[in-house]
Nanobody, 116 residues
Framework: QVQLVESGGGLVQPGGSLRLSCAASGITFSIYGMGWHRQAPGKQRELVADITDGKTTKYVDSVKGRFTISRDNAKNTVYLQMNSLKPEDTAVYYC??????????WGQGTQVTVSS
């Protein structure tokens, strides 16, 4: 059974930092691309950052220079380091594992709230 378990969300003041983690099980982690998506109230889910199995990364323009995605294949874990957080970063953040031949899986989400 595939499981993606996110952690690290919470309440932080503007300008602060958080690190999200997503631990995967039930998949061959190293052959999956991994992504972080977010969904704010009343908005569509959007891709925030993505890292391929070859560790190529991409980011949505609004987080470039502030967020960093990384992966540790030995720990089956993907991270999202979020710095200089803004109120507009407030959303539920979801982890996604994808492989063009084996399908896609989602975590349950973790809430990130940026507020003073």
């Amino acid at each position: 059974q595939v499981q993606l378990v996110e952690s690290g969300g919470g309440l932080v003041q503007p300008g602060g930092s958080l690190r999200l983690s997503c631990a995967a099980s039930g998949i061959t982690f190293s052959i999956y691309g991994m992504g972080w998506h977010r969904q704010a109230p009343g908005k569509q889910r959007e891709l925030v950052a993505d890292i391929t199995d070859g560790k190529t990364t991409k980011y949505v323009d609004s987080v470039k220079g502030r967020f960093t995605i990384s992966r540790d294949n030995a720990k089956n874990t993907v991270y999202l380091q979020m710095n200089s957080l803004k109120p507009e970063d407030t959303a539920v953040y979801y982890c996604n594992a994808w492989n063009t031949r084996r399908g896609s899986y989602w975590g349950q989400g973790t809430q990130v709230t940026v507020s003073s």
